[in-house]
Nanobody, 119 residues
């Protein structure tokens, strides 16, 4: 059984930075897609960044150049470094995983961590 636990959310002013962490409990090897999603108040959930089974990362256009996904395999932790934050980045951020390709519904989800960006 895989469990994911996010941390690192908080309140920050526009232009600031935060680093989110996702601790992975259980076996998640290289055959898993790992991802960050977010859901803003009153909006649907959207993918922010993914790491595929080859270790390649992909980003949503609205975070390219500002957010960076990394994974520390030794510590089983995935990070999302968020720079140049803007009020529209305010959302609950979730980490997620599924076995195989990133082209499919995620199977495992954390409970999320809240990020609030003020102008």
């Amino acid at each position: 059984q895989v469990q994911l636990a996010e941390s690192g959310g908080g309140s920050v002013q526009a232009g600031g930075s935060l680093r989110l962490s996702c601790a992975v409990f259980g076996y998640v090897g290289n055959g898993y897609c790992m991802a960050w999603f977010r859901q803003a108040p009153g909006k649907g959930r959207e993918a922010v960044a993914t790491r595929d089974v080859q270790g390649n990362t992909n980003y949503a256009d609205f975070v390219k150049g500002r957010f960076t996904l990394t994974k520390d395999n030794g510590e089983s932790i995935m990070y999302l470094q968020m720079n140049s934050l803007a009020p529209e980045d305010t959302a609950r951020y979730y980490c997620a995983a599924r076995y195989g390709s990133c082209n499919g519904e995620m199977k495992y989800w954390g409970v999320g961590t809240l990020v609030t960006v003020s102008s």
